[in-house]
């Protein structure tokens, strides 16, 4: 039987099944001199967003599975890390994705260049906005401003310019992709994360993913998952779903 998919397009709006082993007003602003990425060393903590390889259309099969697409991306990058989707849900936050005791953290390109001094500071009031040009990558190291992988430089979002869901813009929870339902996108030529247009949920946007905890936390021992072991395995999707889970406790 065929497992769940996401509908994705580089340029047209069909479905393409994945395989289910794949799967208001502006602030003082906390990152408006951001910090030099010499600062930023492997060892200290951080928070990596990149995008998933290909543009999506509103239907992504909800949040859940994104969030496995964004691990099984990052697996065959080779990064680690415990990824999840840059998206609100109906019972889910976009300011509430990354752990609190990590909300301080510095948010980071895959490549290590600051993007956000912290990821609290995205949510500020300012629409989360760029200080110079965002150069965020896939996980395969496409440049999505500069890669013609993406002809719209949109990324949904889905949320309000503080973090909260927007209950009535995230295309029917990520399930739509009618040109008669919208959802919250961000244009990142206009070096904003944040900026609150509605397009129709036909179109094929970025989709982000963001650490959820830092790395600190997961070499720490802190609540190690009992899923720990299968390092060099793949979880399954709701294995993956459970060590997401086990964060939200902490």
Known sequence: MS??????????????????SFLKHSRPQAHRFLIPPTLITPTRPQLRLAALNQPYTGDMRGVTGVDYTCYREARRAGLSGTFRAFLTSRIQN??????????????????????????????????????????????????????????????????????????????????????????????????HLLSQEKHGCHNSFIVLCIEATSHAYKSSGGRRRRHAGKAEQDMSEEEYFEVLSALEDV
């Not at 994705?8 to 069909?14: A, D, L």
């Open 3 to 20: 497992g769940p998919y996401i509908s994705h397009s580089s340029h047209t709006h069909t479905h393409t099944p994945i395989h289910s």
């Open 94 to 191: 976009l300011d509430s994705i990354v752990r609190r005791d990590d909300a301080n953290l510095p948010v980071v390109n895959i490549k290590g260049e600051v993007l956000f001094n912290t990821w609290r500071g995205i949510f500020s009031g300012d629409g989360g906005r760029f200080m110079q040009k965002p150069r965020i990558f896939s996980f395969d190291g496409k440049e999505v401003l500069t890669s013609p992988e993406w002809p719209q430089k949109y990324i949904w979002h889905g949320s309000d310019i503080e973090g909260g869901r927007a209950l009535s813009s995230f295309c029917d929870a990520w399930h739509s992709d009618s040109r008669d339902v919208v959802g919250l996108a961000s244009s990142l030529q206009q070096n």
